[in-house]
Antibody
Framework: EVQLVESGGGLVQPGRSLRLSCAAS????????MHWVRQAPGKGLEWVSG????????GYADSVKGRFTISRDNAKNSLYLQMNSLRAEDMALYYC??????????????WGQGTMVTVSS | DIQLTQSPSFLSASVGDRVTITCRAS??????LAWYQQKPGKAPKLLIY???TLQSGVPSRFSGSGSGTEFTLTISSLQPEDFATYYC??????????FGPGTKVDIK
């Protein structure tokens, strides 16, 4: 079964850091680009970051550029999001999503169930 | 940056109705558009990609059309399981893969 399982969310104070992980199974992980998408409570979807199959292409939303770092470990079938200098507006459910293709410009055909990040003092 | 708008933002419909949702891009995006369905408490689900290609396993009552700046998602005969929020997403403007604000389809 094709599956993405996120972990690493939790309660964190403003200005602190958190690292999210996404474990992939059921497909050849290093054949596809991967993305992070977030959804604040009661709000719409916001694309956060994406990484190509070989980490050669990486992109970030303006709202997280310079604070968040996406990475992947193809040997471990895992995707990561290092989030630094967290702000209240970063509070959201963070989804890991598989791209249809190996580069970034493809639709997101598989999604995890999300991991919640709460930023509060 | 490319902005997406969706209309309507909310619609109330009955089972069996034909429903059309429009997504407009602030500049041309060719056919680099996808549609997703999200039910409460669930992850989004891909319905349509490349503006008009039905994702595997998605019922044929869903269809997409358009190119450039105007796109539509049509549900030919609304079913009870189709009540959800629908989002469009542009995939043309690397690396900013913007989502539209969403259209909530509710039961009349």
């Amino acid at each position: 079964e094709v599956q993405l399982v996120e972990s690493g969310g939790g309660l964190v104070q403003p200005g602190r850091s958190l690292r999210l992980s996404c474990a992939a199974s059921g497909f050849t992980f290093d054949d596809y680009a991967m993305h992070w998408v977030r959804q604040a409570p009661g709000k719409g979807l916001e694309w956060v970051s994406g990484i190509s199959w070989n980490s050669g292409s990486i992109g970030y939303a303006d709202s997280v550029k310079g604070r968040f770092t996406i990475s992947r470990d193809n040997a471990k079938n895992s995707l990561y999001l290092q989030m630094n200098s967290l702000r209240a507006e970063d509070m959201a459910l963070y989804y890991c999503a598989k791209c249809q293709v190996f580069e970034l410009k493809g639709a997101f055909d598989i999604w995890g169930q999300g991991t919640m990040v709460t930023v509060s003092s | 940056d490319i902005q997406l708008t969706q209309s309507p933002s909310f619609l109330s419909a009955s089972v069996g109705d034909r429903v059309t949702i429009t997504c407009r891009a602030s500049q041309g995006i060719s056919s680099y558009l996808a549609w997703y369905q999200q039910k409460p408490g669930k992850a989004p689900k891909l319905l349509i990609y490349a503006a008009s290609t039905l994702q595997s396993g998605v019922p044929s009552r869903f269809s997409g059309s358009g190119s450039g700046t105007e796109f539509t998602l049509t549900i030919s005969s609304l079913q009870p399981e189709d009540f959800a929020t629908y989002y469009c997403q542009q995939l043309n403007s690397y690396p900013l893969f913007t989502f539209g604000p969403g259209t909530k389809v509710d039961i009349k």
